[in-house]
């Protein structure tokens, strides 16, 4: 379990290098981060991409919500992703994974 822990921990550190990367690498030559959204939602593969993302910040938002027992504990974990994104997400998993680990072998989850 640990060893998952860490390498979720690690894919995380890496998303957050590459966010870092793209905030900081040659604005002057590609412009801004609201310029190159412009760029990249005008290319099919960009708006798919973006669909895929965002999709999959709602499953993520889901998950959150059937796993925690608070819905304010739940809003709080699930709401940040829209935003920071799967970096979140990484915490979420390394702090949350041992609980999940043992509340996804309950036979009667989702309802207990």
């Known amino acids: 379990m640990n060893v998952v822990?860490?390498?979720i921990g690690i894919a995380g550190l890496a998303l957050l290098g590459l966010v870092?990367?793209?905030?900081?690498?040659?604005?002057?030559?590609?412009?801004?981060f609201l310029d190159q959204l412009a760029v990249v939602t005008t290319l099919p593969w960009g708006v798919a991409m973006l669909s895929d993302l965002y999709v999959g910040f709602l499953l993520f938002?889901?998950?959150?919500?059937l796993t925690?027992?608070?819905?304010?504990?739940?809003?709080l974990w699930a709401v940040p992703?829209?935003?920071?994104?799967?970096?979140?997400?990484?915490l979420w998993f390394v702090i949350r994974l041992?609980?999940?680990?043992?509340?996804?072998?309950?036979?009667d989850w989702p309802t207990s």
């Open 68 to 75: 925690e027992r608070s819905w304010l504990v739940a809003a």
């Open 81 to 90: 992703v829209l935003v920071i994104g799967n970096i979140w997400a990484a």
């Open 5 to 7: 822990r860490a390498a």
């Open 98 to 107: 041992p609980h999940l680990a043992k509340q996804l072998s309950k036979p």
């Open 61 to 65: 938002a889901t998950l959150v919500f």
């Open 20 to 32: 870092l990367w793209a905030a900081l690498t040659m604005q002057a030559l590609h412009g801004s």
